[in-house]
């Protein structure tokens, strides 16, 4: 009998997205060259084999391609750019810097109704999943220019000159490559 953290861990692992690519191979039946989808990495491999999907089993699948992981990288370098240069993100993390600043912003969030009791009731911004399967491109770039722009108004008065420059550098970088 598994234990509840047990049963709690297989369930998260049960909704893991497995990721695959695409490759070009010979199907043995036809001789025919086509592109099939392969586990991307070992743990993927075996998340497929975890949930009994073998060779001929018909599934049905959601595919989505995911974020361009250099763009993931860049957003939280200019998060660990704040946390070293500015005073009120010191006990942050990059992600956590990015996190707070996308609460400012707005952006990306979605508002929840918060019961205070006898006080009555507020309503928050609560920053939506910035993970590569909860938010795709288009909206991560939204979110980045938000970011990027509420930090240019509200953070880079406070930085060196060249840490300034360096974080407009990353930001236009970008734009350049995106």
Not at 53 to 68: C, D, I, M, S, T
Not at 109 to 131: F, H, N, W, Y
Request: charged share 30%; glycine share 6%; hydrophobic share 40%.
């Amino acid at each position: 009998m598994k234990t509840a953290a047990a049963k709690k861990i297989q369930a998260k692992r049960a909704r893991r997205p497995i990721y695959m690519v695409v490759r070009k191979l010979v199907d043995p039946a036809t001789g025919e060259s086509l592109g099939a989808l392969v586990p991307a990495h070992d743990i993927d491999a075996r998340l497929l084999r975890e949930r009994n999907f073998h060779v001929g089993r018909e599934v049905r699948a959601e595919l989505k391609q995911p974020r361009n992981p250099g763009f993931h990288r860049l957003a939280h370098a200019v998060g660990n750019l704040l946390v070293d240069n500015v005073e009120e993100f010191r006990d942050h993390d990059g992600h956590s810097a990015i996190k707070s600043i996308q609460t400012k912003t707005g952006v990306c969030c979605e508002p929840m109704e918060i019961d205070l009791g006898p006080l009555g009731k507020v309503t928050a911004q609560v920053a939506r999943s910035l993970a590569f399967d909860e938010m795709d491109d288009d909206e991560f770039r939204l979110l980045f220019e938000a970011i990027t722009a509420y930090i240019g108004e509200h953070y880079a008065h406070v930085m060196l000159d060249s840490v300034r420059a360096e974080f407009w550098q990353m930001v236009q970088g970008d734009r350049r490559a995106a």
